[in-house]
T-cell receptor
Framework: DAGVIQSPRHEVTEMGQEVTLRCKPISGHNSLFWYRQTMMRGLELLIYFNNNVPIDDSGMPEDRFSAKMPNASFSTLKIQPSEPRDSAVYFCASRTSGAYEQYFGPGTRLTVT | GDSVTQMEGPVTLSEEAFLTINCTYTATGYPSLFWYVQYPGEGLQLLLKATKADDKGSNKGFEATYRKETTSFHLEKGSVQVSDSAVYFC????????????FGKGTTLSVSS
C-alpha cells in the first residue's frame, strides 16, 4: 500500500525562480498538511486542508507561498519567487477523518542558491 | 498559545543504556500527546500516543505516560539499540477533528555499540 508520495525528493534552484512541490496523499485520507523543517525553527505547519478546502494557512510565511488542492489525490506548494531562506525540507502528511495519526511523506529537500 | 518543549540534544548513549527524553507542554483544553520518530532521510512516523491523562502509550520498547499534573509526556526506553538512533519529536493536538499537530523542536538520539 503506497504511503504519502512527494516529488521531487530534492530540488536545487536559483533565487528568484519558481518552485513547485507536489504531494499525493494516501487514498481515502481527507486531511492534508504541509510542514517545513529547518534547523533553526524545527517543524512548522504551513497550511492544512480538510476535504480539499484550506482550513488554516496562518503558517504560510508570506505571499510568495501558495498551496492548492484541486482534488482529493493531489496538492501543490508553490514558492514564487524563491529565496535562499526558503531552503528547508518540506513535508506533506495526510490523515483520515476521525483519526489522530498523520502519515508523513519522505519530504522534499529544497536548496535555493 | 499551545506549545511543546523538549530537552535539547543531542543525546548520546551506549547500547543497552536507559533513555529518557523530556517533554512538557502548554495547551488550552485537553490535548492528545504523541511521540514521532524520524530516521535519517525519512519522514516522521508515529511512535506512540496517549489521548487522556494517565494513559500510557507504548511501542517497540518505548513508553510515555500522559501526566496532566506536571504537563509532561517523557519518552523512556529501558535498553536502547543502535537502530534507535534517530530524531524524536514530541507533539500535541488540542482536538481530534481537523487540527494540525504542534511539534517540539526534536531531540537527536545517537546510540553507539
Amino acid at each position: 500500500d503506497a504511503g504519502v508520495i512527494q516529488s521531487p525528493r530534492h530540488e536545487v534552484t536559483e533565487m528568484g525562480q519558481e518552485v513547485t512541490l507536489r504531494c499525493k496523499p494516501i487514498s481515502g485520507h481527507n486531511s492534508l498538511f504541509w510542514y517545513r523543517q529547518t534547523m533553526m525553527r524545527g517543524l512548522e505547519l504551513l497550511i492544512y486542508f480538510n476535504n480539499n478546502v484550506p482550513i488554516d494557512d496562518s503558517g504560510m510565511p508570506e505571499d510568495r507561498f501558495s498551496a492548492k488542492m484541486p482534488n482529493a489525490s493531489f496538492s501543490t506548494l508553490k514558492i514564487q519567487p524563491s529565496e535562499p531562506r526558503d531552503s528547508a525540507v518540506y513535508f506533506c502528511a495526510s490523515r483520515t477523518s476521525g483519526a489522530y495519526e498523520q502519515y508523513f511523506g519522505p519530504g522534499t529537500r529544497l536548496t535555493v542558491t | 498559545g499551545d506549545s511543546v518543549t523538549q530537552m535539547e540534544g543531542p543525546v548520546t548513549l551506549s547500547e543497552e543504556a536507559f533513555l529518557t527524553i523530556n517533554c512538557t507542554y502548554t495547551a488550552t483544553g485537553y490535548p492528545s500527546l504523541f511521540w514521532y520518530v524520524q530516521y535519517p532521510g525519512e519522514g516522521l512516523q508515529l511512535l506512540l500516543k496517549a489521548t487522556k491523562a494517565d494513559d500510557k502509550g507504548s511501542n517497540k520498547g518505548f513508553e510515555a505516560t500522559y501526566r496532566k499534573e506536571t504537563t509532561s509526556f517523557h519518552l523512556e526506553k529501558g535498553s536502547v539499540q543502535v537502530s534507535d538512533s534517530a530524531v524524536y519529536f514530541c507533539a500535541l493536538t488540542v482536538n481530534q477533528a481537523g487540527t494540525a499537530l504542534i511539534f517540539g523542536k526534536g531531540t537527536t538520539l545517537s546510540v553507539s555499540s
